[in-house]
């Protein structure tokens, strides 16, 4: 089974900062396996990137995704209020078939 | 505009039965990944079960295993969640998602399944 940390748990920026967020896999990923999802309080996640750096329909370009192998990374070049969200990256495996990261907290600072 | 609709979330007793249901609009479920992913309260995201495109191949998390049952009826548009033998951690908001293989591109809007006495 693969495991994947995110890190930091939680990151305190201030709007118009640059958001650097990783995902570590326990072993080798896909690079064509691996998403990111942004949650709002409330709300289902949406889909960001996928292929681990396509953007998804109707995301804005400040939103990047990068790596490969067993380290990947969201970046968002200039932080919006409404970017102010838990962020999840997810796999798609052998068995199980998908696994998500426990999440990184993005907070207003 | 795809849309996906679930219904059928409560409360219900351990050792007791739920069936969850997702209709699609927009969005055909038999030509799409289908999965259900739940989150319960306060935590991540955890993937429950998925039914493949065409042939309706299913997986689950082994949490679920032996317990859940995926299903969707074409001609209704709808995917289905089976859920037996409930136990308090299964207590979550409960999403249908759909797309790719790889990853979900549309979410429904989550139901939520307590399991208590």
């Known amino acids: 089974e693969i495991v994947l940390t995110q890190f930091p748990g939680t990151l305190s920026l201030s709007p118009g900062e640059r958001a650097t967020l990783s995902c570590r896999a326990s072993q080798s990923v896909s690079s064509n396996y691996l998403a990111w999802y942004q949650q709002k309080p409330g709300q289902a996640p949406r889909l960001l990137i996928y292929g681990a750096s396509s953007r998804a329909t109707g995301i804005p370009d400040r939103f990047s995704g990068s790596g490969s192998g067993t380290d990947f990374t969201l970046t968002i070049s200039r932080l919006e209020p409404e970017d102010f969200a838990v962020y999840y990256c997810q796999q798609y495996g052998s068995s199980p078939k998908y696994t998500f990261g426990q999440g990184t907290k993005l907070e207003i600072k | ?117």
């Open chain 2, 1 to 117: 505009e795809v849309q996906l609709e679930a219904s059928g979330g409560g409360l219900v007793q351990p050792g007791g039965s739920l069936g969850l249901s997702c209709a699609a609009s927009g969005f055909t479920v038999s030509g799409n990944y289908m999965t259900w992913v739940r989150q319960a309260p306060g935590k991540g995201l955890e993937w429950v079960s998925v039914i493949y495109s065409g042939g309706g191949t299913t997986y689950y998390a082994d949490s679920v295993k032996g317990r859940f049952t995926i299903s969707r009826d074409n001609s209704k548009n709808t995917l289905y969640l089976q859920m037996d033998s409930l136990r308090a951690e299964d207590t979550a908001v409960y999403y249908c998602a759909g797309g790719a293989k790889y990853y979900f591109e549309y979410w429904g809007q989550g139901v939520l399944v307590t399991v208590s006495s």
